[in-house]
């Protein structure tokens, strides 16, 4: 591990079953509180029926799949495990702040360029009716607050324990491509999935792994994982299959489906899927020339 910190001794089996247990135990207790508040919602609302979770029940979900995970990762990576806030990839909080803002550039840049080139050559559009600038940016920025804990509880749950586990186990690159299948598998059930949106989603969970192992650990791969989602909301494009609505501006996808995404959004497409193994080329690319240096 980067931090040079001893690793535990921990067999294939052990790892693969500290892995499933923390997903469960996590899991479990997600289940348990968000089902808890969706069977409060008519009490907080008398007289009304509750059809769908109100706008706010995505960042509350966030911050409940935190704290469950969170206390997962109490359990089995600090207690069963016993490995270090180091190892867990939880830096310092200077280096920390500085990886998320690094990681929001390594995010945002390439989700950036795919919908820039989806432009010229499929012919995506935007139509603006923003009152003004300061009123975008508020929007933006409200909407950056409500996806950080969405992106913060991922990459507790994917490249917390059991990614850290599994690398002391079977190496950093079998457990970066395992966990990233993973990832993708948890997208399944989607909207509007489709096997190239399958597969960008697996390459993001490759980035975001490397990502992980650079300097600031959690922290930026939470800081890239919240560029790329933020850029493309902030956009006004779906993000993952799910829409995101910016006051006064409407995004128009092109085509075809194949090369822009379409309806799922720039992860649909074949122009994110080069975006995203140029970026990982060019993070292990680094990563290379500063292990040589």
């Given at each position: 591990m980067t931090d040079g910190s001893a690793a535990p001794p921990l067999s294939k089996m052990k790892a693969i079953g500290?892995?499933?247990?923390?997903?469960?135990?996590?899991?479990s207790a997600a289940i348990l509180l968000l089902g808890g508040m969706l069977l409060a919602l008519p009490a907080l609302n008398p007289g009304t029926i509750v059809t769908s979770p109100p706008w706010w029940f995505p960042l509350i979900q966030g911050i409940v799949l935190i704290l469950a995970f969170a206390g997962a990762t109490g359990l089995i990576g600090f207690r069963w495990a016993r490995l270090g806030r180091e190892q867990l990839g939880l830096a310092p909080v200077s280096e920390g702040l500085r990886g998320f803002f690094r990681g929001l550039g390594i995010g945002a840049g390439p989700a950036l360029l795919t919908m820039a080139l989806a432009v010229p050559l499929g012919g995506a559009t935007w139509l603006a009716d923003i009152p003004s600038v300061g009123m975008y940016f508020g929007a933006a920025g409200r909407m950056g607050l409500a996806l950080l804990p969405a992106a913060f509880s991922e990459e507790i749950i994917f490249r917390g324990v059991p990614l850290v586990l599994c690398a002391f186990a079977f190496g950093r690159s079998w457990a970066i491509g395992g966990v990233a299948l993973l990832f993708a598998v948890a997208h399944l059930a989607n909207p509007g999935l489709t096997p190239v949106a399958v597969i960008n989603i697996a390459l993001a969970g490759v980035m975001l792994g490397i990502v992980f192992f650079r300097p600031g650990r959690l922290w930026t791969a939470t800081g890239a994982h919240l560029g790329w989602n933020l850029t493309l909301a902030a956009l006004a494009a779906p993000v993952s299959g799910l829409p995101f609505a910016m006051?006064?501006?409407?995004?128009?996808?092109?085509?075809p489906g194949w090369l822009t995404g379409g309806a799922f959004g720039p992860e649909g497409g074949l122009l994110a899927t080069l975006m995203l193994i140029g970026t990982i080329g060019a993070l292990v690319a680094r990563s290379q020339k500063e292990s040589l240096s």
């Open positions: 500290g892995s499933i247990a923390f997903l469960v135990l996590g899991g006051p006064g501006l409407t995004y128009t996808p092109g085509g």
